[in-house]
């Protein structure tokens, strides 16, 4: 099984420049995340859709743009990157109806020059 | 405001030891607490917790919900350098209305030789 897959998995961008972190999962959940982290930040919540077409704000939302336009997969868009958008990014899925744990991507390494 | 609070923030320890890790939270009506292990890359599930006072037990590690003092421990026992990572612990909501899952902000345990 595939899980959650993210990518890129590294990534370097110049201040100004723009990128998508696609994250996909094939276990059929409703949930999705975008995390950020950073060095005694634990988990940020960026952005999260609880389904398909629906999108809500996170904890630290400013500077990204996110699509669910597919049940499987989870856009996180970058429109002018900034140094401050320099972290590791994490997709995390779960299912409300089904009494398991959230699965997590392999995380995006980003550095924002 | 922090949902899910853990403690410490930070530990070190000598091989052999035993640490307890908390982490109390403020969500109600939560359908699962769970905590991961990290590493260097993505956050691995060790632990889900559903009911209070069943303890759950993997090896050296175990762990246990008090829903009525809204707080969980996570215990490890002889420790060993292999157990050195990041703690995290997370509340799923219960709820098609409630979307979030919130993380607390980890403990950093270090173990020495």
């Known amino acids: 099984n595939a899980g959650v897959t993210q990518t890129p998995k590294f990534r370097v961008l110049k201040t100004g420049q723009s990128m998508t972190l696609l994250c996909a999962q094939d276990?059929?959940?409703?949930?999705m995340y975008w995390y950020r982290q950073d060095p005694g930040m634990g988990l940020r919540l960026i952005h999260y859709?609880?389904?398909?077409?629906?999108?809500a704000k996170g904890e630290v939302p400013d500077g990204y743009n996110v699509s669910r336009l597919k049940k499987q997969n989870f856009l996180l868009g970058l429109e002018s990157a900034a140094p401050s958008q320099t972290s590791v990014y994490f997709c995390?899925?779960?299912?409300?109806?089904?009494?398991?744990?959230?699965?997590f991507g392999q995380g995006t390494r980003l550095t924002v020059v | 405001e922090d949902k899910v609070v853990q403690s410490p923030l930070s530990l070190v320890v000598h091989e052999g030891d035993t640490v307890t890790l908390n982490c109390s939270y403020e969500v109600t009506n939560f359908r699962s607490l769970l905590w991961y292990k990290q590493e260097k890359k993505a956050p691995t599930f060790l632990f889900m917790l559903t009911s209070s006072g069943i303890e759950k037990k993997s090896g050296r590690l175990s762990s246990i919900l008090d829903k009525k003092e809204l707080f969980s421990i996570l215990n490890i026992t002889a420790t060993q350098t292999g157990d050195s990572a990041i703690y995290l612990c997370?509340?799923?909501?219960?709820?098609?209305?409630?979307?979030?899952?919130?993380f607390g902000r980890g403990t950093q345990l270090t173990v020495w030789p």
């Open positions: 859709s609880v389904g398909e077409g629906t999108t």
């Open positions: 995390a899925s779960v299912s409300p109806g089904l009494n398991t744990e959230a699965f």
């Open positions: 997370a509340v799923i909501p219960r709820g098609s209305t409630l979307g979030r899952l919130y």
């Open positions: 276990m059929n959940h409703e949930y």
